[in-house]
């Protein structure tokens, strides 16, 4: 294959490509709308489109598709080819109308009881400050999804408006600040992503994994993550194939992978890409995800991104590095040399920790999934409990604010290695807490509380909404004054003082931590349905609407289907249990169980005095698991059934599920794990936790 900056972007319609292939004006036309947001003229759209189409064809193309983010946590996409009649014969077309817009046929896809099934068309609408990509001979069109009566059905749209919401708000206050030469700023985004590889011989025989992305039964392998061994390990051999053929596709469509490495638990590993504009690093970590399993594929592996896979080694998280910068190029999120006299830096901060404090609730909803239920206060992830680490510098510096003392800065220790050869450095100040799940990370924030499939747009769209709401509110409250220097200087020092609560730089995995946010009085939301019942709190709902977000029926329906998504999916993971445990479990526990028994009379006919102490114990141990297991089926099975009462109500439903039928699945579980050490590996119907995780 080609050198890296050749396949770098082949196939993407970048910026160069439509340089060479378009007209100066429709480029220039075609850039306004990117950079600044004007809108497009459908003559130019016909031009873009013809030029994207001409490219897509040569290089072997025969369709296109709209490719857009619904509320179903994956992509969705319908394929045109390009064909046109012409005569007998056809050509190749594509308008600017196809480009702009998409009529699919929005019925099956969940909006929250927002549409009646006869206004079930939905538009999707080209986002062009997102390039247009290859994949499979197909031309990607990323856009925006929303219904024939205009509200809003995807993940997209929200975070588009956020960033221009955020930029407006904060282009406001920048000029107050004399920045008079900013006009746009945008939000950036890295997404750290983990993921599972197992082989896929494994994964055919493990229905839950299968059907549900996780292992719903299996005993814990005799070794798991305590010799801290694979993280940062050498990578093997089929692993590194893998990567390697990950990269390069990656590379082609323009996603700045970086950083590979194996992760904490066996099988884990983690991509890293340079971050990017927000709404181009949420495409390019969809895509991203997509490209992770179909890459697997192709090596006899699967990849597995849900947050829990197996029980008693690390989940899978996504780390949300978040920033903001200036059409200047400045970040503002970078405190420079003297953060105690940057009043912007300080401005900025005070925003983000009044956001994170009065929002904190929907940074926890942000992040609640089925699957993140099993991270979310566990001792690997951040806590259910939303707090900030500011580190020893910005602590400090915040601290000072508010006590109206001097600031002594802590000058970046040196780090001596003691070795002649290797070089001194310096070491980074921030970052030192790796348990908080809202870190600044020198001059970025890091959002930890992420699950790894998680779509990065909804707690991309909370932050950047929550953060142009106060900067709005700090807008407002010194434009008029007197003396705006002086005026904020006290803004922010009351705005610290207020908010201190949300500031945590101690260990986030303790009790006492758990206890002090109590007195706090912080959130902690320890589940799905839990943290979901807030979404639709007057604030929360003001917030939206306030800054144009997405609308009250919009939030409701996005109540809705994630509650009943949440509902749906336990649903699923209980009858998938129900079906192992009957058809395959409970019979091959029989089975075994009669050989044992087989075996005893078989000795004790030969000779009374052969012992047979050993097979009637485990005769014994594996006859009363059984009953517990058929008996805890049932319980489980009259749990499922039960559910069908909450059916008019989401939240109830959702609580159920959680409470209640969740709770019956691991009671089944742990029987069912317990009857897995003691029976006989050639009857055990399914691959154990040693080969699925140590097998690749
Ligand atoms: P780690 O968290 O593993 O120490 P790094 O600090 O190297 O990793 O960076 C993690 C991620 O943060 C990378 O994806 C990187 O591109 C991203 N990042 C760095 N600067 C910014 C920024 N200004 N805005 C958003 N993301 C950023
Ligand atoms: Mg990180």
């Known amino acids: 294959m080609s050198k890296v900056p050749e396949m770098f972007g082949s196939m993407v319609f970048n910026d160069k490509k439509m340089q060479e292939r378009l007209p100066k004006s429709t480029y220039k036309a075609l850039k306004r709308t990117v950079q600044n947001g004007e809108p497009l003229d459908l003559s130019v759209a016909n031009v873009v489109a013809n030029a994207m ?108 408006r956020s960033m221009e919401r955020l930029s407006s708000e904060a282009v406001k206050v920048l000029q107050l600040l004399g920045k008079e030469n900013v006009t746009r700023v945008t939000t950036t985004v890295g997404p750290e992503q983990e993921y599972f590889l197992i082989d896929k011989k494994m994964y055919d025989q493990r229905p839950d994994l299968i059907y549900t992305g996780r292992t719903l039964f299996g005993a814990k392998a005799p070794k798991g993550q305590e010799l801290a061994d694979h993280y940062f390990g050498s990578i093997k051999t089929r692993v590194a194939a893998y990567m390697k053929d990950l990269d390069e596709e990656l590379w082609k469509l323009g996603v700045l992978a970086k950083t590979k490495h194996n992760e904490v638990a066996p099988s884990q590993h983690e991509l890293a890409p340079i971050f990017s504009t927000s709404n181009i690093a949420t495409d390019h970590n969809e895509l991203c995800m997509e490209i992770m399993k179909k890459v697997a594929e192709r090596h006899g592996l699967v990849c597995l991104l849900h947050e829990k896979p197996f029980a008693g080694v690390n989940g899978s998280g996504k780390h949300n590095n978040w920033s903001i910068s200036t059409n200047t190029g400045e970040n503002l999120l970078d405190p420079g040399k003297n953060p105690e006299d940057n009043l912007q830096f300080q401005l900025f901060l005070a925003a983000i920790v009044k956001a994170v404090d009065e929002y904190q609730d929907l940074l926890r909803i942000t992040v609640a999934s089925a699957g993140n239920d099993h991270r979310l206060g566990a001792n690997e992830a951040p806590p259910a409990i939303i707090s900030m680490y500011l580190g020893d510098d910005l602590g400090a510096l915040v601290e000072s604010i508010i006590e109206g003392k001097e600031y002594r800065s802590h000058d970046k220790a040196k780090m001596e290695t003691g070795v002649d050869v290797l070089p001194d450095f310096r070491k980074d100040n921030s970052d030192r ?51 705006v220097e002086a005026a904020l200087k006290a803004l922010i020092k009351d705005t610290f003082t207020a908010h201190q609560r949300i500031i945590f730089n101690g260990d986030n995995y303790t009790d006492e931590w758990v206890e002090e946010a109590a007195k706090r009085g912080l959130c902690n939301y320890k589940s799905l349905p839990e943290a979901m019942a807030h979404y639709v709190d007057q604030k929360n709902i003001d917030l939206f609407v306030r800054n144009g977000i997405v609308s009250e029926a919009e939030i409701r329906a996005r109540y809705e289907i994630e509650l009943e998504h949440y509902a749906k999916q336990l649903n699923i993971e209980a009858l998938t249990m129900l079906e192992m445990a009957k058809k395959n479990i409970t019979p091959a526990v029989i089975s075994f169980v009669r050989e044992l028994a087989e075996t005893v009379s078989l000795k004790k006919s030969v000779s009374a005095s052969i012992s047979t102490a050993a097979e009637e114990s485990l005769l014994e141990s594996l006859s009363e698991q059984l009953e517990a297991f058929v008996n805890k089926t049932s319980e489980l099975e009259s749990a499922v059934a039960e559910a069908d009462k909450y059916s008019g109500d989401v939240l109830a439903c959702a609580t159920y599920f959680r409470e209640k039928v969740f709770a019956k699945m691991e009671e089944l579980r742990a029987v069912g794990d317990s009857m897995e050490t003691e029976t006989s590996a050639n009857y055990w119907p399914y691959p154990s936790y040693g080969e699925m995780l140590f097998g690749v």
């Open 433 to 483: 807490n790796r348990t908080s799940p809202f870190a600044f990370t020198g001059n970025k924030f890091e959002f930890r509380a992420l699950g790894s499939s998680l779509n990065i747009a909804c707690p991309n769209y909370m932050l950047n909404t929550m953060v142009a709401e106060e900067l709005s509110q700090f807008y407002e409250a010194v434009k008029d004054a007197e003396d």
């Open 53 to 160: 189409k001409d490219w897509a064809v040569e290089m072997g193309c025969t369709h296109y598709t709209h490719w857009f983010q619904p509320m179903t946590g994956v992509t969705a996409e319908k394929h045109d080819s390009f064909i046109c009649p012409d005569g007998d014969q056809v050509i190749m077309e594509f308008s600017g109308k196809e480009l702009i817009k998409g009529e699919p046929d929005a019925s099956s896809f969940p909006s929250g009881g927002i549409r009646a099934t006869f206004e079930a068309r939905g538009y999707t609408t080209w986002d062009p400050t997102s390039p247009a990509f290859i994949r499979d001979a197909t031309l990607y069109i990323p856009t925006a999804f929303c219904s024939y009566t205009g509200e809003v059905l995807d993940k997209k749209t929200p975070l588009l």
